[in-house]
């Protein structure tokens, strides 16, 4: 897929994905990525830093041949706009930038130059960030403990709040290190945990999620 690239890999792979589908064959290597992504989530929060950043860079890429899967009826209709001239596939690259031009549009770089769109829609998902990014200078202020990234039951621990506890499920925050966080599985499984705690009795009356 490499080396063939763009819009001539993502028509065989949807020649192959259909003629599966339509004899019901399990892609082994898939089918392994969409129930491996669980087991190795089981062991992220007890590495190390060093040995967390070393799975991002080596292991957390090939699960992105299994999490970028699209429907099929929609690579279809991609490889129709780009065939009949209506679409066109850029690199932005992972130094691209982007910037707004006086007369309303962007002005995008490139691996190939620059190119001046209309609009732009950003669609790449979230990005990992740390509590201490959260848009609450306020309450990050209050923050006992170093800003460490999330960890079960997800309560932030804060200095003179009197009355409740506070519990953070935000994805940018939970991406930090939960990186298969953003499935609807797993927001309801971390949510149950946080909920679990919230119901606890506490010395505090009441308690609030974020």
Known sequence: R????????????????RESLQQKQTIAHRYVLLRGHAVFDLMLRHLSES??????EHLMPVFGDCYAAVPHLSLARVIAMYDA????LVATGEDS???NDDDGSIIVETEDGQIRVDHMIDARGQSPANISELAFPSLVGQMTDDPAPLASPFEISMSGLNNGRIFCL????????????????????????????????AETESSVSA
């Open 85 to 88: 001239g209506a679409l066109a």
């Open 2 to 17: 490499r080396e063939l690239g763009g819009l001539a890999a993502v028509k065989r792979d949807l020649v192959s994905a």
């Open 51 to 56: 040995e967390y950043a070393r799975f991002l």
């Open 97 to 99: 930038a982007f910037a």
């Open 170 to 201: 935000a994805i940018p925050q939970l991406l930090e290190r939960h990186p298969f966080s953003q499935g609807l599985v797993e927001c309801h499984e971390l949510a149950g945990i946080a909920v679990e705690h919230l119901m606890e009795p």
